[in-house]
T-cell receptor, first 113, second 113 residues
Framework: DQQVKQNSPSLSVQEGRISILNCDYTNSMFDYFLWYKKYPAEGPTFLIS?????DKNEDGRFTVFLNKSAKHLSLHIVPSQPGDSAVYFC????????????FGSGTQLTVLP | NAGVTQTPKFQVLKTGQSMTLQCAQD?????MSWYRQDPGMGLRLIHYSVGAGITDQGEVPNGYNVSRSTTEDFPLRLLSAAPSQTSVYFC????????????FGNGTRLTVT
Protein backbone atom coordinates (compact mmCIF):
# COMPACT_ATOMS: atom_id res chain seq x y z
CA ASP A 1 0.00 0.00 0.00
CA GLN A 2 1.56 3.28 -1.13
CA GLN A 3 1.90 5.71 1.75
CA VAL A 4 2.67 8.63 -0.56
CA LYS A 5 0.54 9.04 -3.66
CA GLN A 6 0.78 11.28 -6.67
CA ASN A 7 -2.40 10.57 -8.56
CA SER A 8 -1.59 12.58 -11.68
CA PRO A 9 1.06 10.88 -13.81
CA SER A 10 1.30 13.92 -16.06
CA LEU A 11 0.45 17.62 -16.26
CA SER A 12 0.77 20.14 -19.11
CA VAL A 13 0.68 23.91 -18.62
CA GLN A 14 1.42 26.94 -20.74
CA GLU A 15 4.57 28.93 -20.14
CA GLY A 16 3.93 31.78 -17.70
CA ARG A 17 0.94 30.09 -16.06
CA ILE A 18 0.83 28.37 -12.69
CA SER A 19 1.70 24.68 -12.31
CA ILE A 20 0.13 22.86 -9.36
CA LEU A 21 1.39 19.40 -8.48
CA ASN A 22 -0.42 17.41 -5.82
CA CYS A 23 0.57 14.74 -3.34
CA ASP A 24 -1.41 12.81 -0.71
CA TYR A 25 -0.10 10.74 2.16
CA THR A 26 -1.61 8.25 4.57
CA ASN A 27 0.96 7.91 7.38
CA SER A 28 0.17 10.42 10.14
CA MET A 29 3.70 9.98 11.54
CA PHE A 30 5.22 11.83 8.56
CA ASP A 31 6.48 15.19 9.79
CA TYR A 32 8.75 16.38 6.98
CA PHE A 33 7.95 16.62 3.29
CA LEU A 34 10.14 17.25 0.27
CA TRP A 35 9.83 17.79 -3.46
CA TYR A 36 12.43 16.54 -5.90
CA LYS A 37 12.82 17.33 -9.58
CA LYS A 38 14.24 14.85 -12.07
CA TYR A 39 15.44 15.38 -15.62
CA PRO A 40 15.96 12.40 -17.97
CA ALA A 41 19.23 10.51 -17.43
CA GLU A 42 19.94 12.43 -14.23
CA GLY A 43 19.35 11.77 -10.56
CA PRO A 44 16.60 13.55 -8.63
CA THR A 45 17.59 16.93 -7.21
CA PHE A 46 16.15 18.46 -4.08
CA LEU A 47 13.79 21.35 -4.75
CA ILE A 48 11.98 22.47 -1.60
CA SER A 49 10.80 21.07 1.71
CA UNK A 50 8.36 21.79 4.51
CA UNK A 51 8.11 20.75 8.12
CA UNK A 52 4.77 19.73 9.58
CA UNK A 53 4.87 22.72 11.94
CA UNK A 54 4.37 25.00 8.93
CA ASP A 55 1.66 25.18 6.30
CA LYS A 56 3.61 27.04 3.64
CA ASN A 57 7.20 27.39 2.47
CA GLU A 58 8.33 29.57 -0.39
CA ASP A 59 11.53 29.68 -2.41
CA GLY A 60 11.49 31.96 -5.42
CA ARG A 61 8.99 30.65 -7.97
CA PHE A 62 8.31 27.52 -5.90
CA THR A 63 5.86 27.29 -3.00
CA VAL A 64 4.87 24.18 -1.10
CA PHE A 65 1.60 24.08 0.84
CA LEU A 66 0.80 21.52 3.52
CA ASN A 67 -2.70 20.65 4.73
CA LYS A 68 -2.16 18.27 7.63
CA SER A 69 -5.82 17.61 8.32
CA ALA A 70 -6.32 16.49 4.72
CA LYS A 71 -2.90 14.79 4.56
CA HIS A 72 -2.25 16.70 1.37
CA LEU A 73 0.57 18.79 0.01
CA SER A 74 0.99 20.69 -3.19
CA LEU A 75 3.79 22.35 -5.11
CA HIS A 76 3.02 25.59 -6.93
CA ILE A 77 5.35 26.90 -9.63
CA VAL A 78 4.70 30.49 -10.71
CA PRO A 79 5.40 31.45 -13.42
CA SER A 80 6.09 28.14 -15.13
CA GLN A 81 9.03 28.02 -17.54
CA PRO A 82 9.95 25.45 -20.23
CA GLY A 83 13.02 24.49 -18.16
CA ASP A 84 10.65 23.34 -15.42
CA SER A 85 9.61 20.40 -17.60
CA ALA A 86 10.68 17.37 -15.59
CA VAL A 87 9.34 14.60 -13.36
CA TYR A 88 8.48 15.83 -9.87
CA PHE A 89 8.53 13.45 -6.92
CA CYS A 90 7.09 14.19 -3.55
CA UNK A 91 8.64 12.45 -0.54
CA UNK A 92 7.90 12.20 3.17
CA UNK A 93 9.79 11.14 6.25
CA UNK A 94 8.98 10.35 9.86
CA UNK A 95 11.21 10.78 12.92
CA UNK A 96 11.91 7.06 13.22
CA UNK A 97 13.80 4.61 10.97
CA UNK A 98 16.76 6.94 10.29
CA UNK A 99 14.39 9.37 8.56
CA UNK A 100 13.90 7.22 5.49
CA UNK A 101 12.28 8.99 2.61
CA UNK A 102 9.11 7.46 1.16
CA PHE A 103 8.53 8.64 -2.41
CA GLY A 104 5.46 9.06 -4.53
CA SER A 105 5.34 7.72 -8.09
CA GLY A 106 6.05 11.09 -9.71
CA THR A 107 4.29 13.56 -11.99
CA GLN A 108 5.66 14.45 -15.42
CA LEU A 109 5.29 18.22 -15.87
CA THR A 110 5.45 19.62 -19.39
CA VAL A 111 5.57 23.39 -19.79
CA LEU A 112 4.56 24.39 -23.29
CA PRO A 113 6.20 27.46 -24.85
CA ASN B 1 33.53 18.35 -5.77
CA ALA B 2 31.96 15.40 -7.63
CA GLY B 3 29.09 14.69 -5.18
CA VAL B 4 27.67 11.18 -5.60
CA THR B 5 29.27 9.12 -8.39
CA GLN B 6 27.73 5.92 -9.72
CA THR B 7 29.31 3.43 -12.10
CA PRO B 8 28.53 1.98 -14.54
CA LYS B 9 25.85 4.14 -16.21
CA PHE B 10 24.43 1.19 -18.14
CA GLN B 11 24.67 -2.57 -17.70
CA VAL B 12 23.12 -5.61 -19.36
CA LEU B 13 23.19 -8.92 -17.50
CA LYS B 14 21.95 -12.38 -18.23
CA THR B 15 19.71 -14.11 -15.70
CA GLY B 16 21.82 -15.67 -12.95
CA GLN B 17 24.85 -13.44 -13.39
CA SER B 18 26.13 -11.36 -10.50
CA MET B 19 27.52 -7.86 -10.48
CA THR B 20 28.31 -4.90 -8.26
CA LEU B 21 27.00 -1.38 -8.75
CA GLN B 22 29.49 1.14 -7.43
CA CYS B 23 28.67 4.29 -5.47
CA ALA B 24 31.08 6.82 -4.04
CA GLN B 25 30.55 10.20 -2.40
CA ASP B 26 33.14 12.84 -1.54
CA UNK B 27 31.02 14.96 0.83
CA UNK B 28 31.91 13.04 4.02
CA UNK B 29 28.26 12.03 4.40
CA UNK B 30 27.46 9.51 7.10
CA UNK B 31 24.23 8.27 5.53
CA MET B 32 24.09 6.45 2.20
CA SER B 33 21.31 4.54 0.51
CA TRP B 34 20.25 2.69 -2.62
CA TYR B 35 16.91 3.15 -4.39
CA ARG B 36 15.40 1.57 -7.45
CA GLN B 37 13.05 3.42 -9.76
CA ASP B 38 10.40 1.54 -11.67
CA PRO B 39 7.57 2.96 -13.81
CA GLY B 40 4.54 3.89 -11.70
CA MET B 41 6.33 2.90 -8.49
CA GLY B 42 8.44 5.91 -7.67
CA LEU B 43 11.70 5.35 -5.83
CA ARG B 44 11.86 2.41 -3.43
CA LEU B 45 14.54 1.97 -0.79
CA ILE B 46 16.68 -1.18 -1.13
CA HIS B 47 19.34 -0.82 1.59
CA TYR B 48 20.83 1.99 3.61
CA SER B 49 23.77 2.72 5.90
CA VAL B 50 24.02 5.25 8.72
CA GLY B 51 27.81 4.99 8.90
CA ALA B 52 30.82 2.83 8.11
CA GLY B 53 30.25 -0.74 9.22
CA ILE B 54 26.47 -0.30 9.65
CA THR B 55 23.88 -1.35 7.08
CA ASP B 56 20.18 -2.12 7.19
CA GLN B 57 17.38 -3.24 4.89
CA GLY B 58 14.89 -0.98 3.21
CA GLU B 59 11.57 -1.74 1.56
CA VAL B 60 12.81 -4.09 -1.21
CA PRO B 61 16.08 -5.75 -0.06
CA ASN B 62 15.66 -9.26 -1.50
CA GLY B 63 18.28 -10.24 -4.06
CA TYR B 64 20.69 -7.46 -3.05
CA ASN B 65 23.62 -7.19 -0.65
CA VAL B 66 25.50 -4.13 0.58
CA SER B 67 28.53 -3.36 2.69
CA ARG B 68 30.03 -0.13 4.01
CA SER B 69 33.71 -0.53 4.78
CA THR B 70 34.51 3.15 4.29
CA THR B 71 32.56 6.40 4.66
CA GLU B 72 32.95 7.13 0.94
CA ASP B 73 31.84 3.88 -0.72
CA PHE B 74 28.57 1.94 -0.66
CA PRO B 75 28.49 -0.80 -3.31
CA LEU B 76 25.32 -2.72 -4.16
CA ARG B 77 25.71 -6.38 -5.12
CA LEU B 78 23.23 -8.36 -7.17
CA LEU B 79 23.77 -11.96 -6.17
CA SER B 80 21.96 -13.76 -9.01
CA ALA B 81 20.30 -11.34 -11.41
CA ALA B 82 16.63 -11.82 -12.33
CA PRO B 83 14.51 -10.01 -14.96
CA SER B 84 12.53 -8.45 -12.08
CA GLN B 85 15.69 -6.53 -11.18
CA THR B 86 15.61 -4.63 -14.46
CA SER B 87 15.39 -1.07 -13.20
CA VAL B 88 17.20 2.22 -12.76
CA TYR B 89 19.26 2.26 -9.58
CA PHE B 90 20.08 5.42 -7.67
CA CYS B 91 22.57 5.87 -4.88
CA UNK B 92 21.96 8.77 -2.50
CA UNK B 93 23.67 10.28 0.51
CA UNK B 94 23.15 12.93 3.16
CA UNK B 95 25.18 14.33 6.02
CA UNK B 96 23.46 12.43 8.83
CA UNK B 97 20.35 10.40 9.48
CA UNK B 98 18.62 13.46 10.89
CA UNK B 99 18.95 15.74 7.87
CA UNK B 100 16.33 14.59 5.34
CA UNK B 101 17.35 16.05 1.94
CA UNK B 102 19.21 13.41 -0.07
CA UNK B 103 21.84 14.01 -2.74
CA PHE B 104 21.45 11.55 -5.61
CA GLY B 105 23.85 10.14 -8.16
CA ASN B 106 22.88 10.02 -11.83
CA GLY B 107 21.81 6.40 -11.76
CA THR B 108 22.68 3.04 -13.29
CA ARG B 109 20.28 1.61 -15.84
CA LEU B 110 20.30 -2.18 -15.49
CA THR B 111 18.68 -4.63 -17.89
CA VAL B 112 18.49 -8.33 -17.05
CA THR B 113 17.64 -10.62 -19.97
Amino acid sequence: DQQVKQNSPSLSVQEGRISILNCDYTNSMFDYFLWYKKYPAEGPTFLISISSIKDKNEDGRFTVFLNKSAKHLSLHIVPSQPGDSAVYFCAASDPGSARQLTFGSGTQLTVLP
Amino acid sequence: NAGVTQTPKFQVLKTGQSMTLQCAQDMNHEYMSWYRQDPGMGLRLIHYSVGAGITDQGEVPNGYNVSRSTTEDFPLRLLSAAPSQTSVYFCASRLTSGSPPLHFGNGTRLTVT
